[in-house]
């Protein structure tokens, strides 16, 4: 790989607040990566002191030998040679430490961005996201705010705001209660041809691994997790799921921006006219299960489920302590035979 190359890309980590030095990294295998020389350039400093911060960096065990790789690097005289590159938990670290004007700028860019991600909770490089080069992920952040916009209480909250603009609204009324389960079955049966009861009725398995689930809170599932329909949802359907979702509250907001009159009955008709348009089944009832049947019969399944979980456990475990106990014994055993012969030398 030569330092001049383009074929690997790169990322424009920031511009200096000269504003005419932009510092870029190259990206490689999902990764972003500098030489020992690259660093240097970036902060402005000798290579031994880039050097001397590396290995303080190794040596406080901040970080292992994973950021580093090593990549054949065509020089200035033509040869190739094999180069240490080090990857951006490394030029964070480096960052922190080295003492330079650019040091400085580059601590005050990671504070700020930091800062921002922590109040905020994302940051965005707009000037790439709008001007893409060879490593474009626009369409996984997009991805990514289609699921999240889709995530249950974003999606409820952002339905009842819809609701609440027709203007026969009354909250008190059953049409205003079961709203928003009618439009979550509603999209439910367009990708699945289930309402979310009999998503889950038809998925929970108590002998299956996670008992079916796709996706779940935590480390492992749990009782709450085996009554939500999306967690039964394999990546395509989610993704289908997330489009719909996507649709119905893009036209809803605009509708409302417009001014646009809608009653109740309105906004959920609304939904049955983007799903004919979309070419997908249209749900005319409220399907075969109730939600309290579902949550009975999903509990009984879990509890079926997390008593073999259980047992497996246990009895994994008492296998593994058994295991220990022999090697324990094997190697008392063999350290007594060595002594035995020592003796005998003697």
């Keep these: 790989m030569s330092e001049g190359d383009d074929d ?188 979310a009861a009999e998503l889950v009725m038809a998925r929970l398995d108590a002998v299956s691994p996670n008992a079916g689930l796709t996706t779940w809170q935590g480390a492992r599932v749990r009782k709450g997790d085996v009554t939500t329909a999306k967690n039964f949802l394999g990546d395509d359907e989610i993704d289908e799921l997330n489009r719909l979702v996507s649709l119905f509250l893009d036209t809803g907001e605009l509708r409302a921006k417009n001014r646009k009159a809608m009653t109740m009955a309105g906004w959920e008709a609304e939904i049955d006219r983007l799903l004919a348009f979309t070419e997908k089944p249209l749900l005319r009832n409220a399907g075969s299960v109730s939600h309290a049947r579902m949550e009975a019969i999903a509990h009984q399944r879990f509890e079926t489920f997390d008593t073999a979980r259980r047992a497996a456990e246990l009895e994994k475990a008492e296998a593994e302590h058994e295991a220990e106990l022999e090697k324990i014994v094997e190697e008392a055993a063999k350290a007594k035979g060595e002594n035995k012969t020592k003796g005998k030398k003697k």
Excluded: C
């Design 8 to 195: 690997k890309g790169e990322l424009i980590l920031y511009r200096a607040d000269d504003g005419a030095t932009e510092i870029q990294l190259r990206a490689i295998g999902g990764r972003v990566w500098l030489s020992l020389n690259q660093m240097a350039d970036l902060f402005e400093r000798d290579k031994s002191v880039i050097s001397r911060h590396i290995k303080a960096v190794f040596d406080e065990a901040e970080l292992t030998d994973s950021v580093v790789a090593r990549y054949a690097t065509t020089a200035a005289d033509g040869k190739t040679y094999q180069v240490d590159y080090y990857a951006l938990e490394m030029i964070l670290a480096v960052g922190y430490r080295v003492r330079s004007q650019r040091g400085t700028q580059f601590r005050q860019w990671a504070t700020a961005r930091l800062k921002e991600y922590l109040v905020k909770g994302f940051v965005l490089d707009e000037k790439r996201l709008r001007d893409p080069g060879p490593f474009d992920y626009f369409d996984e952040l997009l991805a990514k705010i289609r699921d999240i916009r889709a995530s249950e209480k974003r999606f409820y909250q952002k339905t009842r705001d819809l609701y609440t603009t027709a203007s026969d609204y009354d909250p008190a009324s059953d049409r205003a209660k079961t709203f928003f389960a009618t439009v979550q079955n509603k999209l439910l049966y367009a990708v699945t041809q289930h309402t």
